[in-house]
């Protein structure tokens, strides 16, 4: 009974998550980039903070995985059936351009990598809470501030800017401090400071087909790798 309260609590979660977007998408009439981004900066933060409500067990993170891998699954399902109301609601979502192929690109791998996240390393240590935060939260905050810039500094692949950078590493350091102090009672300010900052090197190299991949396995490696 608690792994199925917990369960249904993450799913409400999500849902209530992505009706919030879609609503302040048609009042505030944001365009499809935005919305796209609010989901990847949202939808892993809420999802974290369920973790707590599944029961003590090692099954838990496994249960708890095959929620974000289900998301993954549902992108595949609206490409394939494109004409679906599910299909064209999700597309406005979670497409930049509202072409069906990007569900098969970022988001596709977003879901798919916090499930990973999720099954290895669960809230037992802060590895996989700060890798998620940061693909999340800095991911997300500087493509949106970033695109707004004219600071534009060389990069190896896309447009990248100087306010875009910051805008990583800010809250991607403040959010994983907060989610540290939620879960653990404690932060780690060098610890995360060190892997905000790999990680806003990994995404300033990355082509943004891969960054949500790149980012993920770059900061969950070298958090393996530290003394918590």
Known sequence: MNYLFAYLL?????????????????????QSCISRKLTHILTGPF???????????SLSCYIAATLPLAISILLLFCYL?????????ILQIMSRNKDPHELLEGP????????????????????????IIILCLGDGMADIIGSQSTRAIPAPFGRKTFDG??????FSFIG???????????IWILNTLAIVSLGCLTEFISPSLFDNLTITLTTSITAFFIQW
């Open 10 to 30: 993450s799913f409400c979660v999500l849902v209530i998550t992505l009706l919030l977007i879609a609503i302040l998408k048609r009042c505030f009439s944001l």
């Open 47 to 57: 999802f974290i903070l369920t973790w707590k409500f599944y029961p003590n067990t």
């Open 81 to 89: 059936f494109q004409k679906l109301s599910l299909s064209q609601f």
């Open 108 to 131: 596709f791998i977003y879901g798919v990598v916090i499930s990973l996240i999720t099954m290895l390393f669960w809230y037992d240590t802060p590895i996989g809470i700060i890798s």
């Open 165 to 170: 950078c910051c805008s990583f590493i800010f």
């Open 176 to 186: 994983c401090l907060v989610f540290e102090y939620i879960i653990f009672r404690q």
